[in-house]
Protein backbone atom coordinates (compact mmCIF):
# COMPACT_ATOMS: atom_id res chain seq x y z
CA UNK A 1 0.00 0.00 0.00
CA UNK A 2 3.10 2.35 0.74
CA UNK A 3 3.89 1.89 -2.50
CA UNK A 4 0.94 2.73 -4.27
CA UNK A 5 0.40 6.21 -2.26
CA UNK A 6 4.20 7.13 -3.02
CA UNK A 7 2.89 6.55 -6.58
CA UNK A 8 0.09 8.36 -7.26
CA UNK A 9 0.81 11.05 -3.85
CA UNK A 10 4.21 11.67 -4.24
CA UNK A 11 3.58 14.64 -1.92
CA UNK A 12 2.31 13.05 1.20
CA UNK A 13 5.87 11.18 1.10
CA UNK A 14 8.74 12.57 3.15
CA UNK A 15 11.77 12.02 0.39
CA UNK A 16 14.70 12.04 3.10
CA UNK A 17 13.22 9.31 4.77
CA UNK A 18 12.50 7.34 2.41
CA UNK A 19 16.22 7.04 0.97
CA UNK A 20 17.42 6.90 4.48
CA UNK A 21 15.53 3.74 4.47
CA UNK A 22 15.98 2.39 1.09
CA UNK A 23 19.79 3.07 1.67
CA UNK A 24 19.47 1.29 5.05
CA UNK A 25 17.61 -1.72 3.34
CA UNK A 26 20.26 -1.96 0.74
CA UNK A 27 22.62 -2.43 3.10
CA UNK A 28 20.41 -4.76 5.66
CA UNK A 29 20.28 -6.94 1.63
CA UNK A 30 23.88 -6.66 1.66
CA UNK A 31 24.89 -8.52 5.07
CA UNK A 32 22.22 -10.82 4.52
CA UNK A 33 23.58 -11.95 0.76
CA UNK A 34 27.52 -11.78 2.81
CA UNK A 35 25.95 -14.11 5.95
CA UNK A 36 24.37 -16.15 2.68
CA UNK A 37 27.84 -16.99 1.41
CA UNK A 38 29.84 -17.28 4.41
CA UNK A 39 31.46 -13.81 4.27
CA UNK A 40 32.87 -11.59 7.26
CA UNK A 41 30.15 -9.45 8.31
CA UNK A 42 30.90 -6.84 11.11
CA UNK A 43 28.63 -7.54 13.83
CA UNK A 44 28.63 -3.79 14.77
CA UNK A 45 27.45 -2.69 10.95
CA UNK A 46 24.49 -5.28 11.36
CA UNK A 47 23.63 -3.85 14.88
CA UNK A 48 23.43 -0.54 13.68
CA UNK A 49 20.82 -1.58 10.71
CA UNK A 50 19.11 -3.73 13.41
CA UNK A 51 18.91 -0.71 15.85
CA UNK A 52 17.31 1.52 12.89
CA UNK A 53 14.56 -0.69 11.22
CA UNK A 54 13.46 -1.54 14.71
CA UNK A 55 13.66 2.33 15.35
CA UNK A 56 10.79 2.24 12.77
CA UNK A 57 8.37 0.22 14.70
CA UNK A 58 6.58 2.51 16.67
CA UNK A 59 4.64 0.31 19.48
CA UNK A 60 0.70 1.53 19.12
CA UNK A 61 -2.04 1.26 22.24
CA UNK A 62 -4.64 -0.76 20.60
CA UNK A 63 -7.61 -0.40 23.29
CA UNK A 64 -8.86 2.48 24.86
CA UNK A 65 -10.55 5.57 24.16
CA UNK A 66 -7.24 6.98 22.19
CA UNK A 67 -6.54 3.49 21.06
CA UNK A 68 -5.15 2.74 17.64
CA UNK A 69 -8.17 1.09 16.19
CA UNK A 70 -10.85 3.50 17.77
CA UNK A 71 -8.70 6.54 16.35
CA UNK A 72 -8.51 4.60 13.09
CA UNK A 73 -12.35 4.36 12.80
CA UNK A 74 -13.23 7.91 13.94
CA UNK A 75 -10.44 9.62 11.69
CA UNK A 76 -11.88 6.42 8.66
CA UNK A 77 -15.43 7.79 9.68
CA UNK A 78 -14.86 11.33 9.33
CA UNK A 79 -13.24 11.21 5.86
CA UNK A 80 -16.58 9.04 4.76
CA UNK A 81 -18.01 11.99 5.48
CA UNK A 82 -16.33 14.77 4.12
CA UNK A 83 -16.06 12.60 0.88
CA UNK A 84 -20.31 12.05 1.24
CA UNK A 85 -20.81 15.69 1.24
CA UNK A 86 -18.96 16.94 -1.14
CA UNK A 87 -19.34 14.45 -3.88
CA UNK A 88 -22.58 12.70 -4.80
CA UNK A 89 -20.48 9.01 -4.36
CA UNK A 90 -20.83 6.80 -1.39
CA UNK A 91 -16.97 6.48 -0.25
CA UNK A 92 -17.63 2.98 1.54
CA UNK A 93 -18.10 1.67 -2.04
CA UNK A 94 -15.25 2.61 -3.46
CA UNK A 95 -11.97 0.90 -4.32
CA UNK A 96 -8.99 2.37 -2.47
CA UNK A 97 -7.54 4.18 -5.29
CA UNK A 98 -10.77 6.21 -5.69
CA UNK A 99 -11.11 7.14 -1.86
CA UNK A 100 -7.36 8.35 -1.99
CA UNK A 101 -7.89 10.28 -5.04
CA UNK A 102 -10.95 12.11 -4.05
CA UNK A 103 -9.85 13.06 -0.74
CA UNK A 104 -6.77 14.26 -2.01
CA UNK A 105 -8.57 16.85 -4.39
CA UNK A 106 -10.71 17.63 -2.10
CA UNK A 107 -7.52 18.64 0.23
CA UNK A 108 -6.03 20.74 -2.61
CA UNK A 109 -9.30 22.44 -3.12
CA UNK A 110 -9.48 23.82 0.18
CA UNK A 111 -6.26 24.45 0.41
CA UNK A 112 -6.68 26.59 -3.06
CA UNK A 113 -9.82 28.43 -1.34
CA UNK A 114 -8.13 28.91 1.81
CA UNK A 115 -5.20 30.52 0.37
CA UNK A 116 -2.48 28.15 2.00
Known amino acids: M ?7 FPELVD ?8 ANLKKRIQISIDRILE ?5 DEESIIEDYFYS ?7 WGSD ?15 I ?9 KEMITLEWMQILEDLRQQNKRHSGK
Do not use: M, W
Open 2 to 8: DEEIEVY
Open 15 to 22: KGKAIQFY
Open 39 to 43: RDVSD
Open 56 to 62: LLKPDLF
Open 67 to 81: GFTVTHNKNFESACG
Open 83 to 91: ISQNTSRNP
